[in-house]
Nanobody
């Protein structure tokens, strides 16, 4: 599977916004998921988008604040994060699966290296 590369992580204040990007060229027919992992915690599924641009939310805490989208022409998947909270602090990963969207990390075969998001005042 193609290599995935995340970007856009940063340090922001609570209430701020970020847009993470995932380079996913050649993955038009794959579902792409965003996961996050905070220090000392398990990796958590956040959102996923399939090849038809249907989306699924797996983390209740991000409902109404985060959104996932993809631009297959550009080979990009985005995670828009608004109203960020300190508990959103984590390394965010994008991953691909040749299947339907899933909230299970082991269903995804390729992963990016992660990008750090820190929310702090």
């Amino acid at each position: 599977q193609s290599q995935l590369v995340e970007s856009g992580g940063d340090s922001v204040q609570p209430g701020g916004s970020l847009r993470l990007s995932c380079t996913a060229s050649g993955l038009d027919y794959y579902a792409i998921g965003w996961f996050r992992q905070a220090p000392g915690q398990n990796r958590e599924a956040v959102l996923c988008i399939d090849s038809s641009k249907n989306t699924r939310i797996y983390a209740d805490s991000v409902k109404g604040r985060f959104a996932i989208s993809r631009d297959n022409m550009k080979g990009m998947v985005y995670l828009r994060m608004n109203s960020l909270k300190p508990e959103d602090t984590a390394v965010y990963y994008c991953a691909s699966t040749w299947s339907w969207c899933s909230g299970v990390a082991r269903d995804f075969g390729s992963w990016g290296q992660g990008t750090q998001v820190t929310v702090s005042s």
